[in-house]
Structure formats: structure tokens, C-alpha cells
């Protein structure tokens, strides 16, 4: 079986965690939505992850179809999902809770509203550039989900420090219109924490451009 799609998409993990739950061996196609959606379109129509592809060339779409397909293969002695009543009705709405959450943010300062992420999922993200100084602060909106569970939020404050833990490579010069290869290499990062970071372009001394760089275990 070959499944299609990076770990960072919570549907493709969710594939992933059950078939190593039922131990069936895969391959894992770690292809990008964006660079690799042509290629990813070969699979399924419509270039969505998670794919699973069968031995026998069959594609199948959307996680939860998949799933409903692994307990088949396995047979009604190792489903995952139980066949019926009340238990099969308690996993399903919890798999609708962890699969439906919607978190939103919103960023004040002062009282003001500097920024807000609202959409219907749980991945929401602000980013202000060059915003004014003063106490910044973020309410975590926990729109549709489960009780009060905490939420883990991830901020950074990207200033021109070097924090010495990336080394950019970059040709010594670089024309107008050509295409040009930045090196990164990364050191002294703690395993399973996320980073985030910038390489900044500048012409003469001013910053023309960044580009913005996520590690996300
Ligand atoms: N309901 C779908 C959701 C899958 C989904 O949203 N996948 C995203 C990645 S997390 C995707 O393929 N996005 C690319 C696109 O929509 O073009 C499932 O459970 O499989």
C-alpha cells in the first residue's frame, strides 16, 4: 500500500497512526500539496491528501473512507471502529469532535485588534509585520471544541538577531530575473520543537525580501 501525503496534514497522520495501530505495512509517498500536486493528481481527481493506493492500483480518498477500508482488511476481529451500538456511536462522535475542532485568534494590543485568524479548523495563524511596540496579547478562541482543554500556542518574534542556529548559503551575486540557490543548514535545533525563522534579501544595505522558514516536526 502506498500512502500519499506529509505528516504535517493531521488527516494524513490519522491514516498513518492506524495502519501502524493494524501493523500493515506501507510505503509512504511524502508528497507536498503544493510542489507535488500534479503529481498527487495522478492519484486522486481532486489532489487532496490523505491517497491510499492498494496493491491492485485501487486509489481511495478522504480519511475516514479510508479507515472504514482498513477495518475492513483486517477483518471484524481487528477493526478499530466497533460494528454497531452505542460504543460504534460514541467513537464516531469523537471522531467527529477531534476531526470538526475550530480554534480561532485574535491578537490585540492594548485594546486594539491588530490581527485575527478565523477559519474552520483548528490551524490558525497571525502574522503582523513591523508591528508598532507594546504589549501584545493573544486570546485562543476555542470556537467548536471539546470542553476547556488547554491550547498550546506558538509564538515568535522575528527581529534581524541572528540566533545562530541557521547558516545561509548564497551565491555571491545574484541577476535580475535568474533563478538562484540558497543554502540552509541548521544546528543545535531540540528534537520535536517547532522553529521559526527568516532569511532576508538586501540590496545596498536595505532589506529588499525575506523569506520566511518553518521547522515543523
Ligand atoms: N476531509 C478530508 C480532508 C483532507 C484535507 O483537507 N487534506 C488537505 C491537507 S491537510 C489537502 O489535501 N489540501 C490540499 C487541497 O485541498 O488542495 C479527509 O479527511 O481526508
Known amino acids: 500500500m502506498l500512502l500519499i501525503g506529509m505528516f504535517d496534514s493531521p488527516f494524513v497522520r490519522r491514516v498513518a497512526v492506524t495502519l501502524k495501530l493494524l501493523e500493515i505495512p506501507f510505503e509512504h509517498g511524502n508528497w507536498s500539496v503544493g510542489k507535488d500536486f500534479e503529481r498527487i493528481r495522478e492519484f ?5 491528501v490523505p491517497t491510499l493506493v492498494l496493491p491492485n492500483g485501487e486509489k481511495l480518498f478522504e480519511s475516514a473512507a479510508i479507515l472504514d477500508y482498513l477495518d475492513e482488511f483486517v477483518g471484524a476481529e481487528r477493526a478499530l471502529l466497533p460494528a454497531r451500538g452505542p460504543d460504534r456511536r460514541t467513537a464516531l462522535n469523537l471522531m467527529a ?11 490585540f494590543r492594548g485594546a486594539t485588534l491588530v490581527g485575527s485568524s478565523g477559519s474552520g479548523t483548528s490551524a490558525e495563524q497571525v502574522n503582523l509585520s513591523n508591528p508598532a511596540s507594546g504589549l501584545h496579547k493573544v486570546v485562543v478562541h476555542g470556537w467548536g471544541v471539546a470542553g476547556t482543554s488547554p491550547f498550546k500556542l506558538h509564538a515568535w518574534v522575528l527581529g534581524t538577531d541572528a540566533a545562530g542556529n541557521m547558516a545561509v548559503t548564497a551565491p555571491a551575486t545574484v541577476a535580475t530575473g535568474e533563478p538562484a540557490t540558497i543554502g540552509l543548514a541548521f544546528s543545535g535545533l531540540a528534537a520535536g520543537t517547532k522553529y521559526l525563522g527568516s532569511v ?14 518553518r521547522v515543523d516536526p
Open 97 to 107: 469532535m477531534a476531526t470538526g475542532a475550530d480554534i480561532d485568534l485574535c491578537v
Open 44 to 48: 486522486n481527481p481532486l489532489g487532496r
Open 200 to 213: 532576508a534579501y538586501s540590496v545596498g544595505g536595505s532589506t529588499v525580501g525575506t523569506t520566511i522558514v
